[in-house]
């Protein structure tokens, strides 16, 4: 019989909830989840001050773009609210149906499968592809969907450094000559906004003969002609297996895709579980999503004015001495190397009237603390001289 003196009492679930470190620190500085009163363009409310919106990913700014409301408004009132399930059991959609069409159509894909979040699209697309026995290359920077849908996969996983084909070279040499391959990678790095180099990348992959799934959640509607993403930015099309993404973030909804070869997206309706046993994408948000890729394709001074807030935002941050650690894009981190440093900058920015998000280890590498900022088409010249002025102050707090 064991002594009640060395025997351990593991904490309920309850218990460790509770004590969970994380929350508590999270909750007695509260940066997130912030309550906001109202939106309208870059302009958020919340205790009854106008911030200017600099930490969501609206990057051509259409979520208030007056076509893309009324195709939501329209579709709500003509298909209700919601499908209430998923397509495999309810049926599809007439416009489930045409956003896929027109997705595909517009990566030069043969097919595209919706899903009601980018999160369920990345996910599915690498976990119902992969299985046990083969190995998959990952950058060691991406995205949490694309972690979980290689554990969820059950394959062997190799991470490579950060959008380095030399390391991935070498730790390619290593893995069996046998086992199926993948790779999974993003165009557009969310959290550092680094363009994947793809064609130095893809070269390795084409020698590995892997099957490759690229994440353009960022660079969808940013890279390429019209936005076509990263993989025509580089004129690779024909080399990416899959494209997945999402639509909440150029395309001004919330949902997610995947696209590529007819077959390859049949296999997914087929074996993806994501896929067959979450509800369906809802009517405004597929119309929603739609409309905005007319427009992306109707009214290029979106992308044309992006580009150039861009250029002029990351040209006031280098002024000011910050480090953008070397982002090529709209999505722009400040790295701050603590997360005291960041914390204050980040406050600061609010005390000024911009919101910006944190981003502390571990969800970034150690000494890389950053406040996560994203420029907008939409943002005036107005809003980015609030924002320098805001920058210059928080430079100065810290
Ligand atoms: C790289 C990347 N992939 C996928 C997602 C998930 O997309 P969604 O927010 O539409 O679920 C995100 C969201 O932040 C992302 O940054």
Redesign the pocket.
């Known amino acids: 019989m064991a002594l009640p003196f060395f025997s351990k009492t593991t904490p309920s679930i309850r218990e460790r909830c509770r004590a969970d470190p994380a929350t508590k620190l999270r909750l007695r500085y509260a940066p997130y989840y912030l309550a906001m009163d109202a939106q309208a363009g870059t302009k958020i409310r919340r205790d009854g001050r106008d911030l200017v919106m600099l930490a969501s990913?609206d990057y051509l700014g259409l979520t208030f773009h007056p076509k893309v409301i009324e195709a939501a408004r329209a579709a709500v009132l003509e298909w209700g609210t919601s499908p209430t399930g998923a397509r495999c059991s309810n049926g599809s959609r007439a416009y489930h149906l045409a956003l896929e069409e027109k997705l595909a159509a517009f990566l030069g894909r043969e097919a595209c499968h919706v899903h009601s979040?980018?999160?369920?699209?990345?996910l599915s697309g690498v976990a119902a592809f992969a299985q046990k026995g083969d190995v998959i290359f990952a950058d060691k920077n991406?995205?949490s969907?694309?972690w979980d849908g290689i554990r969820l996969s059950n394959a062997e996983v190799e991470r490579f450094s950060h959008n380095s084909p030399d390391d991935f070279r070498a730790v390619a040499a290593h893995t069996s000559p046998d086992a199926a391959k993948m790779l999974v990678l993003?165009g557009v790095?969310?959290m550092e906004g680094h363009i994947a180099r793809l064609p130095e990348i893809m070269a390795v992959a084409r020698e590995q003969k892997c099957f490759t799934v690229l994440?353009d959640?960022?660079g969808f509607g940013v890279l390429g002609r019209d936005g076509r993403g990263t993989v025509s930015h580089f004129g690779l099309d024909a080399d990416v297996d899959l494209v997945c993404?999402?639509?909440?973030?150029s395309l001004a909804s919330?949902?997610?895709f995947v696209a590529g070869p007819r077959d390859l997206i049949e296999f997914l309706r087929t074996h993806g579980k994501q896929t067959i046993f979450s509800a369906a994408l809802s009517p405004g948000q597929s119309a929603a999503a739609s409309a905005a890729l007319d427009v992306l394709q109707t009214e290029p001074q979106h992308l044309a004015r992006l580009w150039a807030n861009t250029k002029k935002y990351t040209a006031m941050l280098h002024a000011l001495g910050l480090d953008t650690w070397g982002s090529e894009t709209p999505a722009v981190p400040i790295v701050l190397g603590s997360k005291e440093r960041a914390y204050y900058f980040w406050q600061a920015l609010l005390e000024k009237g911009v919101f910006t998000v944190m981003s502390i280890a571990p969800a970034v590498p150690v000494g890389k603390d950053l406040v996560r900022t994203a420029i907008s088409a939409l943002h005036s010249d107005d809003d980015l001289a609030r924002i320098a002025d805001a920058m210059a102050y928080a430079v100065k707090k810290i």
């Open positions: 990913n979040a980018g999160y369920l699209s990345c991406i995205h969907c694309l993003e790095y969310s994440d959640a960022h993404g999402s639509l909440s973030k919330t949902g997610g």
